[in-house]
């Protein structure tokens, strides 16, 4: 059953893109240090934490790992950048396949309540409680190209800008990589004179709600789409509420839970 639910988590071909990436054991001349562990075992181990919301005490034994070392290991690969490299990994390969549409991006954010640490702020629509704001870029399709944590009580267009610097430079199928899109869309919360001058400087169009004048729902069919990736995104339980103290540590488990979505949709067999 372990083996089962382990391949389930990390299927082989979700392996092969993150074993490369992973950083290497290197032993110390003089001995003693940490001992070496199963890479695929931890990367499960942390992937489970992720989709199940437990805390890394109650991580089941059955993983071969113990949590303390999971914990550590975790750490250790979040210093070394191993999510956005994997991220960027899925992104390519789907970019090859032809698979992500350039002809827009959709920005959006959501609030979620934390218990502690950084990168949080008094929540202004939630009666000033404690919270963390995930902001999420998305091709037209809604798979996540970038993402961002910041205090609740951030502005979403505050995010606008870094998100749109963010996107990857993500392999095609045929060409150069390929970081920008047609068009940014995006609710009324994220218009500026500023934003759209910005936008039209790097030869982007705006399709940005204009308040008083336009509603969200000018936008279309666009926004579900979006809100269809942050639910996605909301399906991985260690992200529905903030535990960690390190922001770092919850932006993460974010960049994970995007590259494991994106994922999703390079292992959906084609029709």
């Known amino acids: 059953m372990r083996v089962d639910l382990s391949r389930r988590l990390v299927p082989d071909e979700l392996w092969e893109l993150a074993a490369p990436l992973v950083p290497r054991f290197a032993s110390r001349p003089q001995g003693g240090g940490t001992a070496p562990v199963d890479e695929r075992a931890v990367f499960t181990a942390v992937v489970y934490v992720l989709t199940s919301g437990c805390a890394w005490r109650y991580l ?10 999971a914990h550590r290991r975790f750490t250790a690969w979040t210093e070394a950048g191993l999510w956005r490299r994997l991220h960027r990994a899925v992104l390519d390969e789907l970019g090859v396949r032809g698979e992500l549409d350039w002809t827009s991006a959709i920005v959006d954010a959501a609030s979620v309540r934390a218990k502690r640490g950084s990168l949080t702020g008094p929540n202004p629509v939630d009666r000033g409680k404690k919270g963390s704001k995930l902001h999420v870029l998305s091709e037209a399709q809604g798979l996540p190209l970038a993402v961002a944590v910041s205090g609740a ?12 610097l963010g996107i990857p430079a993500v392999r095609s199928r045929r060409g150069p990589r390929r970081r920008k899109p047609v068009k940014v869309r995006a609710d009324k919360a994220y218009y500026s004179a500023e934003h759209i001058r910005w936008l039209r400087s790097r030869n982007l169009i705006a399709r940005i709600a204009r308040p008083g004048i336009e509603s969200g729902e000018r936008l279309g069919r666009h926004p579900w789409k979006i809100e269809r990736s942050i639910s996605w995104l909301f399906g991985y339980r260690r992200l529905t509420v903030r535990y960690e103290r390190k922001g770092s540590h919850f932006f993460a488990f974010l960049g994970l839970a995007a590259a494991l979505t994106c994922y999703k949709k390079l292992a959906k067999p084609t029709t």
Request: hydrophobic content about 35%; glycine content about 4%; charged content about 15%.
């Open 60 to 69: 089941p034994e059955s993983f071969g790992v113990s949590p303390a070392t």
């Open 153 to 164: 009580n951030l502005h979403d267009s505050q995010a606008f800008k870094p998100l749109i």
